[in-house]
């Protein structure tokens, strides 16, 4: 019984190890992505899968063009995918209206222009609210991809 | 080949550390003098706080909870405010309904100090977060509504110095409540 009780303990101290490593590991370097929704096609659609990188964004090392995946400003409980058009200190020109980027901010927009709400809707995203960059699309097999801009 | 032990238990021990850092809690340092007096009331005595990462976990705060947030002009920076305004109703906007109730109840309006336009409505998925010392505050009456995926996680007591220990209540000073919670501004 004694045995029993201390193999017992031996395997949860294993998980609680590998389970933080586990967290530890998509938290900070790389974790995957399943898209939903049409906002980046034809160069994502729904049900894709990305493998997304941690570790740009956290030394800010964003360049436009970069397929990012951050919280929704309008809904924290919820995540976007979108494409990094403009950086602090950009010019956007949307419609008639021009915008400036602000410090600490990044302009989102979705490449399907038709069907998204971007920063064209809700304004510049700050920085603090994006967690990846999206590097490579491995699901579907056949369509695998390097994503650059 | 060997791997000595203690660097075996560093490889384990890191993650384990960061890990309850990242989902438990952390205590941080109070710096300046945007929170006083409820933090770092005297000038010489600075506060140590715990900051809890599991009461936001599901992105829930209330009116009058001192917040850490990352700034929004710079990622890398921590802030620490209290919440004066909020969205419409959080509850419902969790379960991704809309029922009546949440349409009567947008977001709080707020008569700011100093900001653009003398008083906002909060848009979906932000707050108002503000300093308890007014005027010497870098806080939405400069930057705006903040988001709340800013928010990173929830003051709930001060553990240094001793003679200050304390559990920090939710408080919101009677004159920053919102307008449409304060009586009369609906007749």
């Not at chain 1, 990188?53 to 360049?63: G, R």
């Not at chain 1, 979108?82 to 021009?98: A, E, H, N, Q, Y």
Request: net charge positive; proline share 6%; charged share 20%.
């Amino acid at each position: 019984m004694q045995r029993l009780v201390s193999k017992f303990v031996d395997t949860a101290i294993i998980f609680v190890q590998y389970g933080c490593i586990a967290h530890c590991t998509l938290e900070y370097v790389a974790d995957l992505v399943v898209c939903s929704g049409p906002s980046m096609e034809p160069t994502l659609y729904s049900n894709n899968v990305l493998l997304a990188e941690h570790i740009s964004p956290q030394f800010d090392k964003l360049s436009r063009g970069d397929i990012i995946i951050a919280k929704c400003p309008t809904n924290a409980n919820q995540y976007i995918c979108k494409r990094v058009v403009g950086l602090p200190g950009d010019k956007i020109r949307t419609g008639f209206m021009s915008h400036i980027v602000p410090r600490g901010h990044v302009w989102l927009e979705g490449d399907n222009r038709g069907n998204s709400s971007d920063s064209r809707t809700y304004g510049p995203v700050p920085k603090g609210l994006i967690r990846s960059r999206a590097i490579f699309k491995i699901w579907p097999l056949a369509d695998a991809t390097y994503l650059k801009d | 080949m060997k791997v000595p032990n203690f660097v075996k238990s560093i490889i384990v021990g890191v993650p384990i550390g960061i890990t309850i850092l990242d989902t438990i809690g952390y205590v941080a340092r109070v710096d300046g003098i945007s929170m006083q007096p409820a933090l770092n009331p005297d000038r010489d005595v600075t506060d140590y706080v715990f900051l809890n990462r599991w009461a936001v976990r599901s992105h829930e705060v209330t009116r009058g909870d001192i917040i850490s947030l990352k700034s929004p002009k710079d990622p890398d920076q921590r802030i620490i405010k209290r919440i004066v305004g909020l969205e419409g109703n959080i509850s419902c906007i969790k379960s991704n309904r809309l029922c009546n109730h949440c349409l009567n109840l947008q977001g709080d309006i707020v008569a700011t100090i100093g900001y653009k336009t003398a008083i906002v409505r909060v848009p979906e998925g932000h707050c108002w977060v503000e300093g308890d010392h007014t005027g010497h505050s870098m806080d939405s009456n400069n930057f705006g509504p903040v988001s709340i995926g800013l928010v990173t996680a929830k003051a709930t007591c001060i553990v240094w110095p001793p003679s200050r220990w304390q559990n920090i209540k939710s408080y919101l000073p009677k004159k920053r409540k919102p307008l449409n919670l304060t009586s009369g501004y609906f007749s």
